[in-house]
């Protein structure tokens, strides 16, 4: 139990940032675009109330959870969309009361969940910790879209680290999702803590492919939330140098490339 606290509070932490954001958006803000192709700032939130209820239901119920399981494999091109278009009909109010119920009540469940329990989910089964940071990561993606879309630059914190792990940690399956056969050897990763500078890192020390930058942009890459030329993230090495190219943290289909800046190219 002990382990999943520190990454909770920061889950908490947040969902807290991202509810300051959209908390006092007038009506008609909640209809404004997002970077993800048909999404809203109102899809956005109800993406994130949405998963929420699921990992609470992976969490509570594992035999129902399967059941949403078996939906999404029977629609794996559109049970994420409609999952958020459902949630975005609601009144702006009322979405915010589920995603903020939801988010609490998962909370509380994976405070209280015994060490060793294993999750079911879309992708493989997660420990509590894990489950409470692919919450984070995904909080801090959808988050990184609103703030796109309402034109506001986000402070970096430390709670990247969260991210950047799960980025780290999802390499195999980025190339599993995309029928590839993922790299035997390791990779070595170091990054560019945004507020210390300090060197987070990952990996043996002595692996011949690495992957360099500032933790910000690979947060960014393997969230998908920007194109890998708009980035300061360096491969060493053939293999590396592709991974960067399908890098993904998240469960699920990948979903479409973000279009580069004009004038970038890497």
Not at 25 to 44: F, I
């Amino acid at each position: 139990m002990s382990d999943v606290l520190p990454v909770l509070a920061d889950l908490r932490r947040e969902s807290e940032e991202l509810d300051r954001l959209v908390a006092q958006l007038p009506y008609e803000r909640w209809a404004t675009g997002t970077p993800a192709t048909g999404w809203t700032v109102a899809h956005q939130i109800a993406h994130l109330a949405w998963t929420d209820r699921a990992a609470l239901l992976a969490a509570t119920d594992p035999i129902a959870f399967a059941d949403e399981v078996a939906k999404a494999a029977a629609a794996p091109d559109t049970f994420v969309d409609d999952g958020a278009q459902e949630g975005a009909t609601l009144p702006p109010a009322d979405l915010l009361t589920r995603w903020r119920t939801a988010r609490d009540k998962l909370w509380h469940v994976l405070s209280e969940a015994p060490a060793g329990t294993r999750l079911p989910w879309y992708g493989p089964p997660m420990a509590a910790p894990s489950m409470a940071t692919a919450r984070l990561m995904e909080t801090w993606a959808h988050g990184q879209d609103v703030a796109d879309a309402l034109g506001v630059t986000r402070e970096p914190t430390d709670r990247l680290r969260h991210v950047a792990r799960i980025g780290v940690r999802t390499r195999d399956f980025a190339y599993a999702v995309r029928g590839l056969t993922p790299p035997q050897e390791e990779f070595r990763v170091e990054l560019t803590s945004p507020v210390t500078g300090e060197t987070w890192e990952y990996g043996p020390d002595d692996a011949p492919q690495r992957v360099t930058g500032p933790a910000l942009d690979f947060c960014l890459l393997v969230t998908r939330r920007a194109h890998r030329a708009d980035l300061d993230v360096r491969a060493q090495g053939p293999d590396a140098d592709r991974w960067l190219d399908i890098a993904q943290a998240f469960a699920g289909p990948p979903g479409t490339d973000r279009t580069p800046r004009e004038g970038t190219s890497r």
